[in-house]
């Protein structure tokens, strides 16, 4: 369903991506692994318009996407929980969640004037604060709140949008094992349900675990693809890991 | 009596004035420091309409038309730029609106227009058809703050990138912001123009700007009751007192850069504090007996 095509990003002389490729298909999840600086948030970056690549194109469901603004890709079924959190802080978890999930509300702009009652979206963003464990703070302020909860709340929100694709930047971060095992868990559980999913993530171990099939990028460039015990087995793909840390 | 009926005539309009720029700041955030400008461009507007001959009824929304749809080509320089520089960009308006009409010689140059046709409904009447307008437009600000526009206007103010990553049409929603407010702004100018009857460049000048500014900050932007408190003190303030008047611009600019040090979020906020510590309290108390 999704397609990245010979993708490469140059910062000004540094090939944050170089030159990736590689498809997606329906009802996976797929595992998108590399070390630190590998290109990996960038890649996600150029699926969701808010960098531009040098060269290459991304298409979803055969329509290419290069050109479409970011709020529209959205539109088009791309849900994203980012590394770098970004909640709302002037508004509570519970509010957070209620925006995203009203999606469909505020997709015309003056529509949306007319529109006041918030009851559904209000419920459909408690059972996803539910499903994720955070729904003790669903009346405080994501300021205030530790890194585990606040990925969390930004998982959330990314699946109230319903997105046909999700794109998760390492939602276990700040999450103790236990916590990450349990969250890995949700995401297994939503992909068998027909949830595509992207994974970024350092906890190799859930990854592994939970993952169909995994992408490898070192130094912005695609070193291994396959089934994940068997990419782990690569000996690429191990000095990459190795020789770094 | 006459007095008093001026008194709160002018209070009136400038609580639309300042619910209008509240629109674009308190709501969606987006700077204006031009926006007296809007109420300069409503005010010609109905003026000139009216002493041609068009009812005050039919001149009023023509202001509003007018002076939002100049505000949504404003508005689209808040889409290429960020918030430093829009302040820049709409202070520019500011100026060139001044500048401008200073120079047409069909808008009364320098001299401004005078003998604005009166609307005919007595110094009463027209003070509570100001009322009417004040008390719907307060009504209707309360709406957006409940409607899924106002949640967006929330989340655009908080953080546009975070706000485009949910699927919002950004830009869409500030350029509705600046379309509402402006033309909002271009009815509170119309009925300015017709309850003083004068109007000249200066009339809406960066000094007013300001000045609606101030009543925004300081009531706490974004906060309906807040602009409103905010607005009806500080327009009868220079009118009590004729040193504020005369230094308007020190009293309103040093009000604004110490409500932005020692309360950000308006006054308002700092008594909703007050009130929620002494409440807390008192509640702290009742607990432990
Ligand atoms: N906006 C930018 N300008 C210049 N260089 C950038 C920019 N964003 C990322 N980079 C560089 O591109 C490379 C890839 O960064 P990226 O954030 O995509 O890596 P990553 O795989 O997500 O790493 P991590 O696992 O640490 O999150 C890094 O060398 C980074 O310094
Ligand atoms: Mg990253």
Known sequence: MLTINNITVDFGGVKAVDNVSFSFQDRELLGLIGPNGAGKTTLMKVITGTVKPTSGSVSLDKSNLNGKAPYLRIRAGIGISQQIVHPVNSMTVLENVTFAAGHSKTDQVFLSLFKTNRAIEKEEALNLLKMVEIEDVADEKPENLPLGYIKRLELARALALKPKLLLLDEPLAGLNQSEAERLSNTLLKLNQQGQNIILIEHNLTEVVRICQRLVVIDNGKKIGEGEPKTVMNNPVVRTAYLGRS | ?289
Not at chain 2, 39 to 44: D, Q, T
Not at chain 2, 63 to 87: E, N, P, Q
Not at chain 2, 210 to 236: E, H, K, P, Y
């Open chain 2, 1 to 289: 009596m006459g007095y008093e009926i001026s008194l709160l005539t002018i209070m009136g309009i400038s609580v639309i004035g300042a619910l209008s720029l509240n629109m674009i700041l308190g709501f969606c955030g987006q700077i204006s420091l031009g926006h007296a400008a809007f109420l300069g461009i409503g005010a010609y507007t109905s003026a000139m309409l009216t002493k041609a001959g068009i009812p005050f009824l039919l001149a009023l929304p023509a202001a509003m038309l007018l002076s939002g749809l100049i505000g949504v080509i404003v508005g689209f320089s808040s889409l290429r730029v960020r918030h430093d520089f829009l302040a820049i960009t709409t202070m520019g308006v500011s100026f060139l609106f001044t500048g401008l009409v200073r120079k047409q010689e069909f808008l009364g140059g320098e001299m401004g227009i005078a003998a604005i046709p009166d609307p005919g409904y007595g110094k009463v009447g027209f003070m509570l058809f100001v009322f009417g307008l004040a008390i719907a437009l307060t009504l209707f600000s309360l709406y957006i703050k409940r409607s899924w526009m106002g949640f967006t206007f929330d989340t655009v103010a908080d953080d546009e990138d975070t706000a485009t990553l949910l699927g919002v049409n950004v830009s869409g929603y500030k350029l509705m912001a600046f379309a509402l407010g402006t033309a909002f702004a271009g009815l509170a100018g119309a009925l300015y123009a017709h309850n003083v009857k004068f109007i000249d460049p200066e009339s809406f000048g960066f000094i007013e700007s300001i000045t609606i500014l101030s009543m925004v900050v300081i009531g706490g932007t974004g906060s309906v009751w807040g602009v409103i408190s905010a607005a009806v003190v500080l327009s009868v303030f220079p009118l009590w007192f004729q040193f504020i008047d005369d230094y308007k611009l020190l009293v309103y600019g040093g009000l604004l850069c110490a409500v932005m040090l020692l309360s950000p979020e308006g006054v308002s906020s700092l008594v909703v504090k007050l009130f929620n510590k002494i409440f807390k309290r008192e509640k702290a108390i009742h607990v432990n007996n």
